[in-house]
């Protein structure tokens, strides 16, 4: 199996929100550069908001599944928008996506766990 290989994750739909929202912020608070975006894996700023990050988006909040790579994808784009102030959403993200510290940090190490038994799969 490689990269481009759909694989179903089983995610709750907190899990899935969570990886959606990620992604969402990229589009309102957070401000990647072109630079930044492409290091994530992504065409560009606008192909992480309005391209592939849009259609991930898309198949997280329907249940659908993602290759390999785009699994890592989402979850490098949920942990960096996270934590980042400089880039992401940092110390507003509790504001912009209603979904505290403390939990999002809870979410995270489970959705952590499962997609890491799936992303560095062979």
């Known amino acids: 199996m490689g990269a481009s290989d759909v694989v179903a994750v089983d995610l709750t739909a907190d899990e899935r929100f969570l990886l959606s929202r990620g992604l969402g912020e990229w589009g309102g608070p957070a401000d990647p550069t072109e ?8 065409d560009s700023k606008e192909d992480l908001w309005r ?5 991930l988006r898309e198949a997280l ?5 993602l290759t390999r790579s785009q699994w890592r994808k989402a979850l490098l784009a949920l942990e ?6 400089v880039m992401g959403s940092g ?3 509790s504001i912009t996506t209603g979904i505290s ?4 940090i809870k979410l995270l190490r489970v959705v952590q766990r499962k997609l890491g038994r799936v992303i560095w799969m062979a």
Do not use: L
């Not at 630079?35 to 894996?41: H, V």
């Not at 960096?80 to 102030?85: G, K, L, R, Y």
């Not at 510290?101 to 999002?104: G, K, L, P």
């Open 35 to 42: 630079d930044f975006a492409r290091a994530m894996g992504f």
């Open 91 to 93: 110390c507003d993200w």
């Open 101 to 104: 510290d403390e939990e999002t």
């Open 80 to 85: 960096i928008v996270f934590a980042s102030d």
């Open 61 to 65: 909040d329907s249940g659908g599944s």
């Open 51 to 55: 391209g592939e990050g849009r259609r």
